[in-house]
């Protein structure tokens, strides 16, 4: 059958971008994992370093001014990650996802002052089960979960509002309702988040610099939901010092 010259080169394009793809997409994901792992890990030692430095944690914690900088910092990081990425280096998205574990790692010392040492290793396993199985889940489902999408982050938005509410209110009952529902709304979210990394870098043509700092990115969202899964099963299951 006849084919000519430009309809060959198109084919054989084609064919070199679907490889390059296929190849592509496990070297993202496991950027992605390993990423966020390393994240947590420096957010662990720094947490515990500062929580074992009694002069620096009087520094961080006496001073309210230092908290609510860290906590402005923290907020500037991610939207700045999140907004900009296209413009930002990969070098510099590094070191800024770097930089956010470590102030997070700061901000979290706290804990260790707030619950028994026990408590916090049992649930922060509790949390990597939790996270992994539905991770695990979001990655192999083959139904869409794009529906959960916009019902969990109206449900994490109420969640936000009604904290803030109880700041003033003080109701222990909300506390422990609001702490379930951030669980519930942050199983959903790494479920969600998981497919929908997945998705993308199945889309993704190759593995370079311009989708690693997607794969940061990617990084960064499983975090936070580890993170904060973290923290609310902390607030059911932990035990008070």
Same mark, same amino acid.
């Given at each position: 059958?006849?084919?000519?010259y ?33 994240a %947590? ?19 961080i ?20 990650l999140s907004?900009?990425?296209?413009k ?39 949390t990597a ?15 869409? %979960? ?12 109420g ?10 209110v ?8 609001l ?11 790494t ?8 998705h ?12 690693q700092?997607?794969?940061?990115l ?8 580890f993170?904060?899964?973290?923290i ?10």
């Open positions: 059958m006849y084919m000519d430009q309809e060959l080169n198109y084919q054989t394009n084609e064919s070199e971008r679907q490889l390059w793809a296929v190849s592509a997409f496990p070297a993202l994901m496991r950027k992605v994992y390993v990423w966020m792992t390393l %947590l890990v420096i957010t662990g030692f720094t947490a515990y370093a500062v929580a074992t430095n009694q002069a620096l944690t009087n520094i914690f006496a001073n309210p001014a230092i908290v609510w900088i860290l906590f402005g910092a923290e907020l500037l990081i991610v939207f700045s907004a900009a990425i296209e930002l280096s990969l070098p510099v998205s590094t070191l800024m996802f770097v930089l956010y574990s470590v102030i997070n790692g700061i901000v979290f010392s706290s804990i260790f002052y707030a619950y028994t040492m026990s408590s916090i290793a049992t649930v922060f396993f509790i089960g939790t996270f992994g199985a539905m991770s695990v889940f979001g990655y192999f489902t083959n139904t869409s %979960l794009t529906s959960w999408g916009k019902i969990l982050i109206m449900a994490l938005i969640i936000i509002i009604a904290s803030v509410v109880n700041l003033f003080k109701s222990s009952g909300l506390e422990v309702i702490s379930y529902l951030g669980v519930a709304v942050f199983v959903g979210l479920a969600y988040d998981t497919q929908k990394i997945k993308m870098f199945l889309q993704a043509p190759d593995a370079g610099e311009h989708m700092k997607y794969a940061l990617g990084a960064l969202t499983l975090y936070l939901d993170i904060n899964l973290f609310y099963l902390l607030r059911i299951f932990g035990r008070r010092e």
